[in-house]
């Protein structure tokens, strides 16, 4: 497979090439998470809903994450808590149950499983962090254990770290099998999805909007911009408020009994350094490992599959010889504070951003939030609408984090 996401291969597969409508109530530009959890939220309220994707549906981070269902968001929760307030900490600390209901209601074929998430301590430092997250979020009420080396080392089959944090609440999909998955129940709930048919314009037409693409146009009473990372020249405010990182992804071949000891209890695992590491098994036995930076080389050769290797050498010695089938990197936005987004850029047009390599969760709760809003029943938005604010030396800051990425993947 050389340069190739994984899931394309293994997720079911799912092809969206409906007629655009020409007049709707809400078109939705972008079909990741966001963009199909509004679209099913707003067909199932009785609006009338046109997607349009510029590629493949999941063609941006929905369909290359690792897959990762996590509670919480990036920032720790006590942290989290005093900038966004209890109801949003909350609001997230349930987010996978919202994502494994929805699986499991529209019957996604997705590789789910919920046996929880793996925080693993890189170094006593990141122990102490983990012991400052588990503290937080046992005096919330949370199911999360602190396990001690030899409980990582039961549960992730390895001796690389000397403790971690088990968060049951958490658990792990093939992303674009569960992206592909909200695209059917979309459509069956009404949604109308059309791939490669890139959005070239936007522009208001008295009360709405006129929504144009190479051969034609769409008019609608709302625009939700759901292009999040990959956010280009359609609006150029969008991209000015986050710093574009990127985050790349080895898979071995499928390995069987070879690595049962891995991660036996199929918990997806991330590190706690500063330029993190993921580790998960897909349903075929593959392992999948994941740093921060651009993918270099291929699965076969070059910096990243020598990292890869690297990796492996320290973590599972007995691995090390592996084949390497798929490689590949995408692009995460990342905020200075961290946090999420949910942009009004003009009257009925809304760009949620900035989910800080936390999208699962936040594209899922922020489609159903912006449907419930557009169909004029669904309570509060989880965050506040804000208009565009740019990022001070935004490119410069995306450059450090993917150099600093570099020069690790070299160590
Ligand atoms: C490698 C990687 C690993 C990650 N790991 C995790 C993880 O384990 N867990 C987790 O929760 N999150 C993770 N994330 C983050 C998560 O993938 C994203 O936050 C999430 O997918 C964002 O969803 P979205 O729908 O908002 O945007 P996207 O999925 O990026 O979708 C945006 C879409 O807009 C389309 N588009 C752009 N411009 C146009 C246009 N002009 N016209 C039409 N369409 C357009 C793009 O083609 C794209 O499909 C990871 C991200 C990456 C890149």
Not at 21 to 47: I, K, N, Q, W
Not at 59 to 70: H, I, K, P, T
Not at 87 to 98: N, T, V
Request: hydrophobic fraction near 45%; charge should be neutral; aromatic fraction near 8%.
């Amino acid at each position: 497979m050389g340069n190739a996401v994984l899931w394309r291969k293994t997720a079911e597969a799912g092809r969206f090439a409906g007629e655009v409508a020409s007049r709707c109530d809400v078109v939705v530009v972008g079909g990741g998470y966001t963009g199909l959890a509004t679209a099913l939220f707003a067909a199932e309220a009785g609006l009338s809903v046109q997607v349009l994707e510029a590629g493949e549906i999941g063609a941006g981070g929905s369909g290359r994450n690792v897959g990762l269902v996590n509670a919480g968001l990036w920032l720790p929760p006590a942290e989290l808590e005093a900038a966004a307030g209890r109801a949003f900490l909350d609001l997230f600390a349930d987010a996978p149950g919202l994502v494994f209901e929805l699986i499991e209601k529209h019957q996604i074929r997705c590789e789910a499983t919920r046996e929880g998430t793996l925080h693993a301590a890189h170094s006593a430092g990141g122990l102490e962090g983990l012991r400052g997250r588990h503290a937080a979020w046992t005096a919330r009420g949370a199911p999360v254990e602190m396990l001690g080396a030899e409980e990582m080392y039961a549960a992730a089959g390895c001796r690389a770290f000397p403790g971690g944090l088990l968060d049951r609440r958490a658990g792990t999909v093939n992303p674009l099998g569960y992206a592909r998955g909200l695209a059917w129940a979309a459509t069956a709930a009404g949604a109308a999805i059309s791939e490669g048919v890139p959005v070239t314009g936007l522009r208001r037409d008295g009360a709405g909007w006129v929504v144009s693409f190479d051969g034609g146009a769409a008019q609608a009473g709302a625009v939700v911009l759901a292009t999040n990372a990959y956010s280009a020249e359609l609006r150029p405010e969008v991209a000015r408020c986050f710093s574009v990182i990127h985050y790349q992804q080895l898979a071995t071949e499928p390995l069987g009994a070879a690595a049962a000891h891995v991660l036996p209890g199929r918990q997806g695992l991330w590190d706690t350094g500063l330029v993190m590491k993921s580790l998960r098994k897909d349903a075929a036995g593959r392992l999948v490992l994941g740093t921060m930076g651009r993918l270099e080389g291929t699965a076969e050769a070059g910096a990243s599959v020598d990292w890869a290797r690297r990796v492996l050498r320290k973590w599972y010695p007995e691995l090390a010889e592996v084949r390497f089938e798929a490689a590949w990197d995408g692009q995460i936005a990342m905020t200075p504070d961290h946090l999420p987004r949910i942009l009004q850029l003009d009257e009925g047009l809304y760009c949620p951003v900035g989910y800080n390599g936390r999208g699962v969760t936040t594209g899922t709760v922020f489609g159903r939030a912006l449907a419930g809003m557009l169909a004029g029943g669904g309570g509060a938005l989880p965050l506040p609408l804000t208009g565009p604010e740019a990022v001070a030396f935004r490119g410069l800051r995306g450059k450090v984090v993917d150099w600093a990425a570099a020069v690790t993947l070299r160590l």
